[in-house]
């Protein structure tokens, strides 16, 4: 159970989704009423100039809105009262969905928050005599632009097959106001 | 251009979005929207004669319906005659969201919502010739209780207004 006791300036609530993937689109798409076929073909989405499908925004929204339910108790230990985002970045597939809700302050029951939601996208792994041994989505389709690199969102790291290259970049960011029952 | 966001920006803040949308809350909706976002708990997708609720994403549904029907049909007046307000809806994009539950009941299985909206404020990006337009939605069940108030900001780039 959640309290206000338990809760302090600065504490960060934490979801990882990597499962982003065309037929969860599809089912988002049919569940929401949201049909764009950006969000579901890559042939018009290629054709509008996106390289590939992009996930809805408010698809990137559901998983800020089911942090906090999830936090809650499903809403038995209080309430998700506000969410307030901008969207900044696309969300494709194949990005693992990181989302996070830092406290900022609390009044009496209520806790505010500040969002941010990023995306991690694997671009490439290269063995250690930087050959490509595997490439993903955002690599062959060249997701990762120029300015993505100037701004410094790309970045390395080593992982079990060799070298993965990958872009963390914000996709969403704002604020939520949830209210907890004691 | 920038005549026609002018004129926007003067005729639209405050301007009721003429129409309504009816929203009925079925229960394979409410628990395939609960599944896309890995839902388990019974309180969102169990048995149809327990009673399911939505979970808050479910907003994004009616918020979707709200800005589809209500906003690319609505039309203005323009050096007297009519005009849509998005005259290329491939222009139209979804810049930000804010969902407000305060005084808010659940949406449960077999509701019926009642959603309505008005504009808020309309303002030009001169830099990108971006116009921006906040629409104030309101999302009622059939007893009339407030189930969400969505703010949808739409950025129209130019050649959408």
Same mark, same amino acid.
């Given at each position: +159970?959640?309290?206000?006791?338990?809760?302090?300036?600065? $504490?960060?609530?934490? @979801?990882?989704?990597? @499962?982003?993937?065309?037929?969860?689109?599809?089912?988002?798409?049919?569940?929401?009423?949201?049909?764009?076929?950006?969000?579901?073909?890559?042939?018009?989405?290629?054709?509008?100039?996106? %390289?590939?499908?992009?996930?809805?925004?408010?698809?990137?929204?559901?998983?800020?809105?089911?942090?906090?339910?999830?936090?809650? @108790?499903?809403?038995?230990?209080?309430?998700?009262?506000?969410? @307030?985002?901008?969207?900044?970045? +696309?969300?494709?597939?194949?990005?693992?969905?990181?989302?996070?809700?830092?406290?900022? %302050?609390?009044?009496?029951?209520?806790?505010?928050?500040?969002?941010? $939601?990023?995306?991690?996208?694997?671009?490439?792994?290269?063995?250690?005599?930087?050959?490509?041994?595997?490439?993903?989505?955002?690599?062959?389709?060249?997701?990762?632009?120029?300015?993505?690199?100037?701004?410094?969102?790309?970045?390395?790291?080593?992982?079990?097959?060799?070298?993965?290259?990958?872009?963390?970049?914000?996709?969403?960011?704002?604020?939520?106001?949830?209210?907890?029952?004691? | 251009?920038?005549?026609?966001?002018?004129?926007?920006?003067?005729?639209?803040?405050?301007?009721?979005?003429?129409?309504?949308?009816?929203?009925?809350?079925?229960?394979?909706?409410?628990?395939?929207?609960?599944?896309?976002? #890995?839902?388990?708990?019974?309180? &969102?997708?169990?048995?149809?004669?327990?009673?399911?609720?939505?979970?808050? !994403?479910?907003? /994004?549904?009616?918020?979707?319906? !709200?800005? &589809?029907?209500?906003?690319?049909?609505?039309?203005?007046?323009?050096?007297?005659?009519?005009?849509?307000?998005?005259?290329?809806?491939?222009?139209?994009?979804?810049?930000? /969201?804010?969902? /407000?539950?305060?005084?808010?009941?659940?949406?449960?299985? #077999?509701?019926?919502?009642?959603?309505?909206?008005?504009?808020?404020?309309?303002?030009?990006?001169?830099?990108?010739?971006?116009?921006?337009?906040?629409?104030?939605?309101?999302?009622?069940?059939?007893?009339?209780?407030?189930?969400?108030?969505?703010?949808?900001?739409?950025?129209?780039?130019?050649?959408?207004?």
């Amino acid at each position: +159970m959640v309290e206000i006791a338990d809760i302090e300036i600065g $504490q960060v609530i934490r @979801d990882e989704f990597d @499962d982003i993937t065309r037929d969860l689109l599809k089912d988002y798409a049919n569940a929401s009423g949201d049909t764009n076929p950006i969000h579901t073909r890559d042939d018009i989405a290629i054709k509008s100039g996106l %390289k590939g499908v992009i996930a809805h925004g408010l698809f990137s929204l559901g998983f800020i809105t089911k942090l906090f339910e999830d936090f809650l @108790d499903h809403e038995n230990d209080g309430k998700l009262i506000e969410i @307030d985002v901008d969207m900044v970045g +696309m969300v494709r597939c194949g990005d693992t969905l990181v989302t996070e809700g830092k406290v900022t %302050k609390i009044g009496g029951n209520m806790v505010y928050l500040d969002i941010v $939601q990023r995306t991690i996208t694997p671009i490439h792994i290269k063995d250690s005599n930087g050959n490509i041994i595997e490439q993903f989505e955002a690599g062959e389709r060249g997701y990762i632009s120029e300015k993505d690199r100037e701004r410094n969102l790309v970045h390395e790291k080593e992982v079990d097959k060799g070298i993965l290259t990958y872009r963390d970049r914000v996709a969403t960011k704002g604020s939520a106001i949830i209210q907890l029952n004691n | 251009m920038k005549e026609n966001a002018e004129l926007l920006k003067r005729e639209l803040p405050g301007k009721k979005v003429p129409g309504k949308v009816r929203i009925r809350c079925r229960y394979k909706n409410l628990v395939d929207f609960a599944k896309v976002f #890995g839902f388990t708990d019974q309180k &969102y997708v169990g048995p149809e004669e327990d009673g399911v609720v939505a979970c808050k !994403a479910f907003a /994004n549904h009616f918020t979707i319906k !709200a800005l &589809y029907k209500l906003l690319l049909g609505m039309k203005i007046e323009q050096d007297g005659k009519k005009r849509s307000f998005i005259l290329n809806p491939g222009k139209l994009l979804h810049a930000g /969201n804010k969902y /407000n539950w305060k005084d808010c009941v659940d949406i449960k299985n #077999g509701d019926t919502l009642k959603v309505t909206a008005e504009w808020g404020n309309v303002w030009l990006v001169e830099k990108n010739m971006i116009l921006f337009a906040e629409l104030l939605v309101t999302a009622k069940n059939q007893n009339g209780e407030l189930v969400c108030k969505p703010t949808v900001t739409a950025a129209v780039r130019p050649g959408g207004y």
